[in-house]
């Protein structure tokens, strides 16, 4: 009994060694490395070292890798991207595909608005489980602009209250000067390309590029002078003549941007069909848009809707 206890002592008195022994050896090593950056390398990848130890989570790594990579100066700007989301049978798979797509974006904070009174535990799992950076947010749609099945996609203004709500974090939560991001508007139904994330982390104001299948035709795409390289009208389905005939997802914006103009928001007084429009009227001229993509001649986003599926039965206890 006596020597185990004895034992114990030992196995306690060697541990305690290790760490004081460990913490001097980091100190020591801070000290000696000049640089600030270098300083957090060391101690982000000694924090990864021990995760085990420290226990740490999945999420808290990924934090100290995001904070890192937002420090190393040369790093990307963080993308904000806006998600709004609301309750149907295709909800689960359409979150999961796009979520699997930001898995492989470094640089994304995935802000996911869903149009419900509170949020659910649906999309939380996905958030849970998703390895991004996120922040989940609930906006309830008012009754009188809800979508009634048999009404077409254009006849209310969609997302409004999600979106609002998403730039309302952004303007709570971000400081001028001091995030470095840019915001863009990612619906739940559309097909990414991780190229697109490329793209939109060299966006210095407002960047613009094609969209897929929209509006009737294969592509939207801004129509650029041949000589100057700038953007002087768009190829559009729809009203090419809108001051900005551009899709939801064909643009992003500086953070910068979004947070100094605060009046800058989605209504339900705006025109059908003339959200996008509005909003980009807020920050920029067409001749100030950055064209992106290759010089917009790259598709690297899609209109995919899903087909609303006739779901006849329903297994009772199954989360699909
Ligand atoms: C969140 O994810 C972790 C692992 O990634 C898992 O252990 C945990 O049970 C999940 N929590 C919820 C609420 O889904
Ligand atoms: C885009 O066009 C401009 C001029 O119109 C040209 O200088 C530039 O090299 C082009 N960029 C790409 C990526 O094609
Ligand atoms: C949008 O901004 C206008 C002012 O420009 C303000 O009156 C309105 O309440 C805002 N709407 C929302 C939903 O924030």
Known sequence: MEMFNNLEMRIKRFVIWFFGLSILIIIYKLSIIESDVEKLQFLKETLFLNKEQLQLSHHQLLLVEHLYQNKVGGGLPTIYA???????????????????????????????????????????????????????????TPPFEQLKDKDPRWKKHRGVEQRNAGLKWLRDHLKVNEDKGVVYFMDDDNTYSIKLFKEISKVKRVGVWPVGLVGGLNAELPILDEKTGKVIGYKSGWKPDRPFAIDMAGFAINLDLILTKLQANFSYKMEHGLQESEFLSFFTTKENLEPLASNCTEVYVWHTRTEKPKINGLIPDLEV
Request: hydrophobic share 40%.
């Open 82 to 140: 806006i998600t709004p989301t609301y309750y149907r049978h295709v909800q689960k798979a359409e979150l999961t595909r796009i979520s699997q797509t930001l898995a492989l974006v470094p640089n994304i904070h995935w802000v996911v608005v869903e149009d419900s009174e509170e949020k659910t535990d649906l999309v939380r799992r996905i958030l849970n489980d998703s390895n991004i950076i996120f922040t989940h947010l609930n906006a309830k």
